[in-house]
């Protein structure tokens, strides 16, 4: 039994920002966005009642469907876009594991948005900036057995939200 028109437009007005950052984030092209961003919102209408987490599915189904449209296009001859001197650009279809890539990095920033302050800093510290513990602590203005009390926590809260958000292990 599909969703109702107000279940709809709730899923629309809560997801379709994200997933139309995602696609064009993928293709660089918002038009194509918002075409898939539709498509994928209809594709969970139809399906509702076998979804259970719906920002996993939609996720999960703009990548399919960005696939799906990518092996689409290597099987057709695609005309070449011309540049100002007449001569073909390297334009192309997207690269799939730089759809992945950033469908990934998406995924990341939410699950670090849910951490604390605190945690966010420390992992943020850590691993994105690749800062040693001693390092950590001197900048953030902790001792070093705080930093490492929160890398560990911020870790294991991390897990949770990435599980909330569908990433399977």
Do not use: F
């Not at 510290?125 to 001197?138: D, P």
């Amino acid at each position: 039994m599909p969703l109702d028109d107000e279940g709809l437009a709730a899923v629309y007005r809560e997801h379709a920002p994200m997933l139309r950052r995602l696609v064009t984030r993928a293709t660089g092209d918002p038009a194509r966005a918002e075409d898939v961003v539709q498509e994928v919102i209809l594709r969970m209408w139809r399906q509702a009642p076998e979804v259970r987490n719906v920002r996993a599915y939609l996720a999960q189904s703009t990548r399919n469907l960005l696939v799906d449209q990518h092996r689409a296009r290597a099987r057709r001859p695609h005309e070449q876009p011309v540049t100002d001197e007449g001569v073909p650009s390297r334009g192309g279809p997207p690269d799939v594991p730089w759809i992945d890539r950033v469908l990934d990095q998406i995924l990341v920033e939410q699950a670090l948005a849910r951490l604390s302050p605190e945690h966010r800093a420390v992992v943020c510290a850590l691993h994105y900036e690749r800062a040693s513990v001693a390092q950590a602590a001197t900048a953030l203005g902790i001792p070093e057995g705080t930093v490492k009390s929160r890398a560990y926590y911020a870790l294991r809260h991390l897990r949770v939200a990435l599980d909330e958000l569908g990433v399977s292990r």
